[in-house]
């Protein structure tokens, strides 16, 4: 009896063990508001963003095919391969959709990972994390608040002072100089 109570014991906590393990991004995402349900929402500054909604035929005529495809049809671009990956100037990363300011450069550090890579958003309600558990694995995909435009996806591997990584697709961004 003893015995099977410790055999039931040590099973309960190895699968406590594993679903952990399974769990690798236990971060609560950064807004949990839902885009086109309002219209709208506020920021941390108290501005209010009007979310924009278009057809799937207006944003490939708007985009460059390797925008499109990225922001629109969640790609992901080869590593190395984005212009604003080795960008080092100061200023503003802009969602490349709809222009709403994303990402400053001085939150933008050196990954590695041949994507732009930021420990914070600009301004937190700017973007949505959505749990994302295809490809059998668990990431948080990040979207532009305003548009829904795919961004990337954030994982907390990343340095101080939040300890996240914000890995974007540079094709997914504009860089506004200041
Ligand atoms: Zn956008």
């Known amino acids: 009896m003893n015995m099977h109570r410790l055999l039931l014991a040590s099973g309960l906590f190895f699968s406590l063990t594993l679903n952990a393990c399974l769990q690798p991004n236990t971060k609560q995402p950064a807004s949990t508001s839902t885009i086109g349900t309002?219209?709208?929402?506020?920021?941390?500054?108290?501005?209010t963003i009007h979310t924009?909604?278009?057809?799937?035929?207006?944003?490939?005529?708007?985009?460059?095919p390797a925008s499109y495809n990225v922001l629109r049809q969640e790609g992901t671009e080869r590593p190395f391969t984005g212009k604003l990956n080795a960008n080092h100037a100061s200023g503003v990363y802009l969602?490349?959709?709809?222009?709403?300011?994303?990402?400053?450069?001085?939150?933008?550090?050196?990954s590695g990972t041949g994507w732009p890579s930021f420990f914070q958003p600009i301004d937190k309600t700017h973007v949505r994390e959505i749990t994302d558990h295809s490809a059998g694995m668990t990431r948080v995909e990040v979207v532009?608040?305003?548009c829904g435009g795919h961004?990337?996806?954030v994982f907390d591997d990343g340095p101080e002072p939040t300890g996240?990584?914000?890995?974007?697709?540079s094709v997914s961004l504009s860089f506004e100089e200041q």
């Open 95 to 110: 969602c490349k959709a709809c222009q709403l300011p994303l990402f400053s450069s001085t939150a933008k550090f050196e």
């Open 144 to 146: 532009c608040h305003r």
């Open 38 to 47: 309002e219209g709208f929402f506020v920021d941390a500054k108290g501005d």
């Open 151 to 153: 961004l990337g996806h």
């Open 164 to 169: 996240l990584r914000y890995c974007m697709n």
């Open 52 to 64: 924009i909604t278009k057809t799937d035929a207006e944003w490939k005529a708007q985009l460059d």
